[in-house]
């Protein structure tokens, strides 16, 4: 039996996770299950799974989550030390799927002790890329891509040689936000933010879908995880959400990735890597689908695309600021403390700040600086929205 961990299991990543391990109990040992406020599901896998250990990574949450094991044999724990010790424990298989810059110190952990990781925390590679990737070849471990673009690109680069590639394509929906003008996106609301058109995802990613700060992050994400230059990275905006990734080669061929908006697809691939295993997905009906359409992104109206590229120009530290600014920008969205724009305009602001007092470029990256900068990024964040 293959011993597993899913970090993130009450999300839509975890819970898909859960789904096609489940389809399959015989064949895993399940070691820790974490997750957030949401206890009571949180309880519910890990009694169903057999887990070893539970974690939230609320402290407060704790006592209710020792009350849902109570007699199950199943350890409770809670806080970011616990998630660390979580993912120090043996296992060949981790799915990484926490949001946020909180998914990196566990999958550096998992990785150093010899663990498969299953990445589908961006963050930890927009945040310390090459501390990350670095760690899994010290150690002979794998970093196999989730998020749907990069499990794309992954399974076309199957048996090529990566300096053949002329360019890489990642494809975005466009969000609920496609076709609306600057002026309606200054009005956008909270509930028009999660109303994704293509994708049923969490909350965050949801909205960070709708203000293309998803696709700025996949972006660093791709130069980091493949090794590619950022002029070779590209975006297209593609509704129907059919088409994954693209990869072109020197010959001027493109080998597309296409599936229906599931993220079991991705998930079962790393889950069986390398081998391709039946999966409880819908098929894909050329014939019925007709078409496809692509647009070009507009990166006036979605600035976040334009300051990716300025991130990784910059380099070191810029991509830890960018994300935990972004964060921060997100939650005072989220509690409806500014607009949607703003967002935006707070993440290039506090880039600009930092990059000219610190030199952001220049600072080397292990994971206390990347607290560091992580942290200050954040305070700008919210000193700068005039709130509290």
Known sequence: MRRVSIFGSTG??????????????????VVALTGGANVDLLAHDARALCAEVAVTCYEDRLPALRDALAGTGIEAAAGEAALVEAAARPA???????????????????LAQGTTLALA???????????????????????LPVDSEHSAVFQALVGEDIQSVERIIITASGGPFRDWSHAQLEQATLSQALKHPSWDMGQRITIDSASMF??????????????????????????????????????????AHLGVPDMRHAIGYALHHPDRRMLPVARLDLAALGTLHFEAPDERRFPALRLAREVME??????????????????????????????AIL???????????VGLGKGSITLDTVRESDSEARARVFEASGTN
């Not at 700025?216 to 959400?241: C, D, M, N, R, Y």
């Open 92 to 110: 060949d298989w981790i799915m990484s799927a926490i949001v946020g810059a909180a998914g990196l110190a566990p999958g550096m952990t998992a």
């Open 121 to 143: 925390n961006k963050e930890s590679l927009v945040t310390a890329g090459p501390l990350l990737m670095e760690t899994a070849k010290a150690h002979g471990t794998k970093v």
């Open 12 to 29: 839509s990543i975890g819970q898909s996770t859960i789904d096609l391990i489940r389809r399959d109990a015989q064949s895993y040992d």
């Open 314 to 343: 910059t380099g070191g530290l810029a991509g830890a600021v960018f994300n935990a600014a972004k964060e921060a920008a997100l939650d005072l969205f989220i509690a409806e403390k500014i607009a949607f724009t703003d967002m």
């Open 214 to 255: 998803n696709k700025a992050l996949e972006i660093i994400e791709t130069k980091e995880f493949f090794g590619v230059v950022p002029a070779q990275i590209e975006v297209l905006v593609h509704p129907g959400s059919t088409v994954h990734a693209l990869v072109g080669f020197c010959d001027g061929a493109l080998m």
């Open 347 to 357: 993440v290039e602001r506090v880039l600009a700040e930092m990059s000219s007092g």
